[in-house]
Every structure is written in structure tokens, then in C-alpha cells.
């Protein structure tokens, strides 16, 4: 029984040849657009044939489950504790999205026993051999468990609007990645960019300063416009993508994700390394 069902993850495996690329979507202060640009961001993936799951890891105040309207059953932190079974904590929606809630008490991940974190290794496993894509959706912020996890995923999405705080607050979480680790891919999408406003301009003023003043290249994904069907399909509890495919906004995150995963097949895949850089996160973080 054992031998099958190794031999069908095999198969699995080879049949999907590379493991889902990780991407955490991050911004400096909250009320950004995160959580709408994921779950919309995700749909336009799934759009491309792509195999989606999000993962909501704004601890306490995740959000991704009521701008889907479906209601989660159980949590990541359900499995970790040993009461769920893995699938039972992949919530799948009828249009093809799957989304894991955190839960609440993920914030104490350095505390944990290696048994724990031997379950949540084996959970982001679970996710790379499944999926092309898997979408953290972060709390606002640089809290120092937020940077741990950021700096085992492979790739990261920054958002901003054109407020000057917002600005500022994700230059300051982008220097934070980057001291850390300078080789973190960072792409920089602009979100509710006023109509009459040059649109690009936020975004630039961060890819200059980041070059300037820190040596390190971002890529711009491109900007979302300020649009009143967001606030309408967060009502409806369907994402504008899919309430209103035809919408400014809709396209223009299509244009972003074909961007995206034009960037994505230029790379090397070395997605492996998530695991391990997670692994050795935690052990540091245990010295
Ligand atoms: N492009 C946009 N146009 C208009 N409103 C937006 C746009 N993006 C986000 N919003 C609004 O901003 C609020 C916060 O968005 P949310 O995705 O929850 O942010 P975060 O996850 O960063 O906290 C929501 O009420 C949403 O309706
Ligand atoms: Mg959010």
C-alpha cells in the first residue's frame, strides 16, 4: 500500500515536473490592498491554467475567506496541533481557488517544538508538490515572525498607493528584506492609483530608491487603479475578476500576471530551497 501510494506522488511529481513557486504579498502599512490584490492576482493565475493556493497569514485578522465568501472549517494551526487532517484545512472554492487560514497562534512559530515545525514543513511540502503557485498573504508590517517566513519564500510581491506613508512604510519593509537578504526577488505593484494621477510614479519613486540607496533592482508589475468595483465585489464576496471581468482593473491584473509568469519561466526554478531555507531559519532561530 505504502509502494502505490509513493509511486503515485512519483507520477505526481514528475507529471507537474516543477514545485510551486512561493510568493509572499507584502506591504509597509495595512489597508493597502493585499488581500484583494491576492485573491484577484490568484484568479488571473488560475485563468492561465495555473494551480493555485493562498495561504492567509495576516494572524488574527485574515480576511481571505469573507472576500471569497466561503467559511473555513479548520486552520493551518488545527493541523499543526495534530487535531486535522492535512486536506481538511484546504478549503476549495467552486471556481477553482484552494486557501489554508492561518488561525491564530502561528505568531509564536519560533516557540514551537521541532515536532510542530516538522508539521508545518511538511504542510508547505504538501503545497509545492501540488501547485504551480502558493500566495502568502501577509499582515501589514515587518514583525520580526513576518521577515522569518518572508525570508524562506522565494519571491516577493510589494504593494503601495500613492500616499506618502505608504511609501515610505514599504521602502522601510523592503530595506528590512533586503539587509537581510539581498538576493530576495522584489516586484512592485501600485494599487488604487488616483484616475487622473500619473499612475507610475509611486512605483518609480520606490524602484529609484531602492537602486540609489540600497544597490538592489525591483522589478514594477505595474499599477492598479483606484476603482468602485473593488469595494462593490468585496460586498459580494466574489473577487472583481470574477464579478467584473470586463472592469479597467480586472484587465489590468491580467496584464500583471502574464507579466508575472513571463518573469517566472525566465528563471531557474531552485524552489527546493524554500524548505530548506525554513528549516534553517528555525534552527537559527533556536541557537
Ligand atoms: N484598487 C482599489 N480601488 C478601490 N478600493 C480598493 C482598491 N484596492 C483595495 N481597495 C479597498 O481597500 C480596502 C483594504 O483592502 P485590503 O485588500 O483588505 O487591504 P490589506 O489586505 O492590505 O489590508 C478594502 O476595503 C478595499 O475595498
Ligand atoms: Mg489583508
Same mark, same amino acid.
Given at each position: 500500500?505504502?509502494?502505490?501510494?509513493?509511486?503515485?506522488?512519483?507520477?505526481?511529481?514528475?507529471?507537474?515536473?516543477?514545485?510551486?513557486?512561493?510568493?509572499?504579498?507584502?506591504?509597509?502599512?495595512?489597508?493597502?490592498?493585499?488581500?484583494?490584490?491576492?485573491?484577484?492576482?490568484?484568479?488571473?493565475? %488560475?485563468?492561465?491554467?495555473?494551480?493555485?493556493?493562498?495561504?492567509?497569514?495576516?494572524?488574527?485578522?485574515?480576511?481571505?475567506?469573507?472576500?471569497?465568501?466561503?467559511?473555513?472549517?479548520?486552520?493551518?494551526?488545527?493541523?499543526?496541533?495534530?487535531?486535522?487532517?492535512?486536506?481538511?484545512?484546504?478549503?476549495?472554492?467552486?471556481?477553482?481557488?484552494?486557501?489554508?487560514?492561518?488561525?491564530?497562534?502561528?505568531?509564536?512559530?519560533?516557540?514551537?517544538?521541532?515536532?510542530?515545525?516538522?508539521?508545518?514543513?511538511?504542510?508547505?511540502?504538501?503545497?509545492?508538490? +501540488?501547485?504551480?503557485?502558493?500566495?502568502?498573504?501577509?499582515?501589514?508590517?515587518?514583525?520580526?515572525?513576518?521577515?522569518?517566513?518572508?525570508?524562506?519564500?522565494?519571491?516577493?510581491?510589494? %504593494?503601495?498607493?500613492?500616499?506618502?506613508?505608504?511609501?515610505?512604510?514599504?521602502?522601510?519593509?523592503?530595506?528590512?528584506?533586503?539587509?537581510?537578504?539581498?538576493?530576495?526577488?522584489?516586484?512592485?505593484?501600485? +494599487?488604487?492609483?488616483?484616475?487622473?494621477?500619473?499612475?507610475?510614479?509611486?512605483?518609480?519613486?520606490?524602484?529609484?530608491?531602492?537602486?540609489?540607496?540600497?544597490?538592489?533592482?525591483?522589478?514594477?508589475?505595474?499599477?492598479?487603479?483606484?476603482?468602485?468595483?473593488?469595494?462593490?465585489?468585496?460586498?459580494?464576496?466574489?473577487?472583481?475578476?470574477?464579478?467584473?471581468?470586463?472592469?479597467?482593473?480586472?484587465?489590468?491584473?491580467?496584464?500583471?500576471?502574464?507579466?508575472?509568469?513571463?518573469?517566472?519561466?525566465?528563471?531557474?526554478?531552485?524552489?527546493?530551497?524554500?524548505?530548506?531555507?525554513?528549516?534553517?531559519?528555525?534552527?537559527?532561530?533556536?541557537?
Amino acid at each position: 500500500m505504502r509502494d502505490q501510494a509513493e509511486s503515485l506522488r512519483q507520477k505526481m511529481l514528475a507529471s507537474r515536473g516543477a514545485l510551486a513557486k512561493s510568493i509572499a504579498v507584502v506591504s509597509g502599512k495595512g489597508g493597502v490592498g493585499k488581500s484583494n490584490f491576492s485573491t484577484n492576482f490568484a484568479y488571473a493565475l %488560475i485563468a492561465q491554467d495555473k494551480k493555485v493556493v493562498i495561504v492567509d497569514m495576516d494572524i488574527g485578522m485574515g480576511n481571505i475567506h469573507i472576500l471569497l465568501g466561503y467559511t473555513p472549517t479548520h486552520s493551518l494551526m488545527d493541523y499543526l496541533v495534530g487535531t486535522k487532517g492535512i486536506e481538511s484545512i484546504i478549503n476549495k472554492t467552486d471556481e477553482g481557488l484552494d486557501f489554508i487560514s492561518g488561525g491564530s497562534g502561528l505568531e509564536q512559530i519560533m516557540e514551537w517544538s521541532e515536532a510542530t515545525f516538522e508539521r508545518l514543513t511538511y504542510v508547505f511540502e504538501h503545497l509545492q508538490r +501540488n501547485y504551480d503557485f502558493v500566495l502568502f498573504d501577509m499582515g501589514a508590517g515587518a514583525t520580526a515572525q513576518a521577515i522569518e517566513l518572508i525570508m524562506a519564500i522565494d519571491e516577493v510581491i510589494v %504593494i503601495s498607493t500613492t500616499e506618502p506613508t505608504s511609501i515610505t512604510d514599504a521602502y522601510s519593509m523592503m530595506k528590512f528584506i533586503v539587509m537581510r537578504d539581498p538576493d530576495t526577488s522584489l516586484y512592485l505593484v501600485g +494599487n488604487r492609483i488616483p484616475k487622473k494621477k500619473n499612475g507610475n510614479e509611486a512605483v518609480l519613486r520606490l524602484q529609484f530608491a531602492m537602486r540609489k540607496f540600497l544597490g538592489k533592482e525591483t522589478t514594477i508589475l505595474g499599477c492598479l487603479p483606484e476603482d468602485d468595483v473593488v469595494q462593490k465585489a468585496v460586498i459580494q464576496q466574489k473577487p472583481y475578476f470574477l464579478a467584473y471581468p470586463n472592469a479597467p482593473i480586472s484587465k489590468k491584473i491580467v496584464t500583471m500576471t502574464e507579466m508575472f509568469t513571463t518573469f517566472q519561466s525566465k528563471e531557474v526554478q531552485n524552489s527546493s530551497s524554500f524548505i530548506k531555507r525554513l528549516k534553517s531559519i528555525f534552527l537559527r532561530g533556536r541557537e
